[in-house]
């Protein structure tokens, strides 16, 4: 880290505080250069479907099927509510990534199938039409810088449930777009899921919020832009060095 942000006309783009303080306390990064910009964006006109879907409510888990994304605290917390007699539909969407060393294998996926508790779609590219046919979206994540799953639940007027650490507390607003759980914790995440579940009202209210939220802090063009002003600021400083 010395090496790579000793250069004098830099800048640093983190998208969560957390990160940008450890590197700091580290004594690695004038926190000068230090810019923060919450995610890649999300294109808003593709959420269209905000209205929830009628019937039997859905709670989809999309992202890389690892271990450290919470798969296994969420496929906990399904089969404890199932055993509470809570009606739901618990999704998991998809890639294995085998290579990374929290992947899940192919004989641990199919023994999550062979349960029964949750059903696994695999990848799915259409995440807006993934995310109109669902009803609450959970990421019981071990960590994130900020996650697209959540942001993309924000554009889709979607309540989320998701853990407090770092990323995942940045990319809602507790009690008001979503819930935050301790993380590892599948029992206060079945708690969770279950009063969303279970109040109606309350989660489409938090849905309208996170959209809201997504407007003001998520439109793609507005992080596009944020980059772009970087750029300009460097090469500026470059023109009047030269």
């Known amino acids: ?13 983190f ?9 700091v306390s580290w004594g690695v990064l004038n926190k000068k250069k230090a810019n923060i910009i919450k995610g890649s964006g999300v294109k808003l006109k593709d959420f269209t479907n905000l209205d929830e879907p009628k019937g039997t409510p859905v709670i989809c888990f999309a992202a890389r099927l690892l271990r450290d994304k919470g798969i296994y605290e969420y496929f906990l917390a399904a089969k404890l509510l199932k055993q509470r007699g809570i009606k739901a539909e618990f999704l998991i969407v998809g890639d294995l990534d085998t290579k990374n060393p929290s992947g899940l294998n192919k004989s641990e996926l199919n023994n999550l199938k062979n349960e029964k508790i949750v ?3 695999g990848y799915e590219k259409d995440i807006p039409k993934l995310y109109a046919r669902s009803n609450i979206i959970c990421l019981p994540s071990y960590r994130e810088g900020l996650p697209k799953s959540l942001i993309e639940a924000a554009a889709a007027s979607r309540a989320v ?8 507390r940045d990319a809602i607003i507790p009690n008001r777009t979503g819930i935050l759980v301790p993380v590892r914790d599948y029992q206060k995440l079945a708690d969770a899921l279950q009063w969303l579940i279970e109040n109606p009202k309350e989660r489409i209210s938090m849905g309208k919020e996170g959209r809201k939220f997504a407007e003001k802090e998520f439109p793609i063009e507005t992080i596009v832009q944020k980059h772009i002003d970087i750029y300009q600021e460097l090469i500026e400083k470059v023109i009047i060095y030269s």
Not at 15 to 23: M, S, T, V
């Open 161 to 168: 449930v998701t853990t407090d650490v770092p990323g995942c």
């Open 119 to 121: 059903k696994i779609l």
């Open 15 to 23: 998208h969560n505080q957390e990160d940008l303080r450890y590197l």
């Open 1 to 13: 880290f010395k090496i790579a942000l000793k250069h004098n006309n830099q800048k640093v783009i």
